[in-house]
Nanobody
Framework: QVQLVESGGGLVQAGGSLRLSCAVS????????MGWYRQAPGKQRELVAV???????NYVDSVKGRFTISRDNAKNTVYLQMNSLKPEDTAVYYC?????????????WGQGTQVTVSS
């Protein structure tokens, strides 16, 4: 069984910073891509940032230059450094990872962590 545990959300003023972490544990053979999604009230979940096993990254246009995704493969952990936060970044942020076990490969999700940016 595979688990993703997120941490680091909270309340911050506009212009501030937060760092999200997501640790993957369980029967892991390998972790392929890892990413962060977010869902604001009344909106669909959207991809914020993704990082491949090789370290290539991609971001949604609205966060480019402000957010940085990174991963520590030794710790099976992915991070999202969020700077210059705006009220429109307010959402529940979800970690996602494509994890291979000895039997199969699936996408797994964290439980979500709330990020609230006040104006």
């Amino acid at each position: 069984q595979v688990q993703l545990v997120e941490s680091g959300g909270g309340l911050v003023q506009a212009g501030g910073s937060l760092r999200l972490s997501c640790a993957v544990s369980g029967s892991i053979f390998s972790i392929n891509h890892m990413g962060w999604y977010r869902q604001a009230p009344g909106k669909q979940r959207e991809l914020v940032a993704v990082i491949t096993s090789g370290g290539s990254t991609n971001y949604v246009d609205s966060v480019k230059g402000r957010f940085t995704i990174s991963r520590d493969n030794a710790k099976n952990t992915v991070y999202l450094q969020m700077n210059s936060l705006k009220p429109e970044d307010t959402a529940v942020y979800y970690c996602n990872a494509r994890v291979a076990t000895l039997i199969s490969e699936h996408d797994y999700w964290g439980q979500g962590t709330q990020v609230t940016v006040s104006s």
